[in-house]
């Protein structure tokens, strides 16, 4: 298809990554202003796409402050309809405890390699192993923010959200095997040494949640865009996790789905559980 406008300009390093863009300018005073103000549920958005997970976000009053992507178009239409928040780049070159602290970190890794359509490299390939990029930030956001001398849950991010193909559940030697390291890896936040129990033989299931006493709660759900005004069948795991409290299954399973979802009142509850 072709276009009067040509092809999507590439982005300079000053438009859209770190220091010296617009995005970035902007962005930095109102950080400023929220670190003085009452508290605003804040986002980081890692592998943003076109900002899927900023749109959600902003439907319920969390504001998204920054977003780590490569691809040039999608950076083109993120600064067009969210024109204050920043752009970071690659992951691989971010490091934690130089990004702004937030109450959310989100992200949809890379799903090729996990995809029952692909070659079935799993967490091991190049592309869907990005995921470990995502544990490894939120891991070094939050040994700042203790250093920093933030306790127990007012510890950021708080939240960790990750939305993957189904695949996933099947993919891995033996079957299911890298759904398994997701889970163990975002426990591990929480608890360096923890483990997370396998599947196999059996498969794993569309929903589930698992939850430590010392703090910390993680639920799963797979769920189909049809259902959600959205014409095709569309399958995807959503994941969340409460780094500092048994909230997950409660946001994941008591919400989702509620009429109150359209009219905004779950909005309301999830900004006071992310607080």
Excluded at 19 to 31: D, F, M, P
Excluded at 101 to 125: H, K, N, T
Excluded at 239 to 251: N, R, S, T
Aim: proline fraction near 6%.
């Amino acid at each position: 298809m072709s276009s009067a406008m040509g092809p999507p300009r590439k982005l300079s390093e000053t438009d859209c990554v770190e220091r010296g863009g617009t995005a970035e300018r902007v962005n930095s005073h109102i950080c400023a202003g929220i670190s003085d103000a009452e508290h605003v549920t804040t986002m980081g958005s890692l592998f943003d796409g076109i900002g899927g997970f900023p749109l959600a976000a902003m439907r319920y009053g969390i504001q998204t402050l920054w977003a780590s992507e490569i691809e040039p178009f999608p950076i083109k239409v993120t600064m067009r309809h969210f024109p204050s928040m920043a752009h970071k780049g690659d992951i691989t070159k971010l490091r934690g405890r130089e990004l702004f602290p937030v109450d959310i970190i989100c992200g949809g890794s890379p799903c090729q390699d996990l995809s029952v359509a692909g070659a079935r490299a799993g967490l091991s390939g190049a592309r869907s192993g990005l995921f470990m990029e995502q544990i490894r930030i939120v891991k070094e956001m939050r040994t700042a923010e203790r250093e920093r001398g933030r306790k127990g849950s007012d510890i950021r991010p708080r939240w960790f959200c990750w939305e993957k193909v189904p695949g996933a559940f099947s993919s891995g030697t033996p079957k299911g095997e890298d759904f398994r390291i997701v889970l163990e890896e975002i426990l591990r936040i929480h608890d360096g040494g923890a483990a997370a129990p396998y599947a196999y033989p059996c498969t794993w299931p569309d929903a589930g949640d698992i939850a430590i006493e010392t703090g910390f709660s993680l639920a799963w759900r797979c769920l189909d865009a049809q259902f959600w005004g959205v014409a095709q069948r569309r399958k995807r795991i959503y994941l969340v996790a409460d780094l500092a409290g048994p909230f997950a299954p409660q946001l994941l399973f008591d919400m989702i789905g509620r009429e109150e979802t359209v009219e905004g009142t779950t909005g309301d509850t999830v900004k006071e559980l992310a607080a």
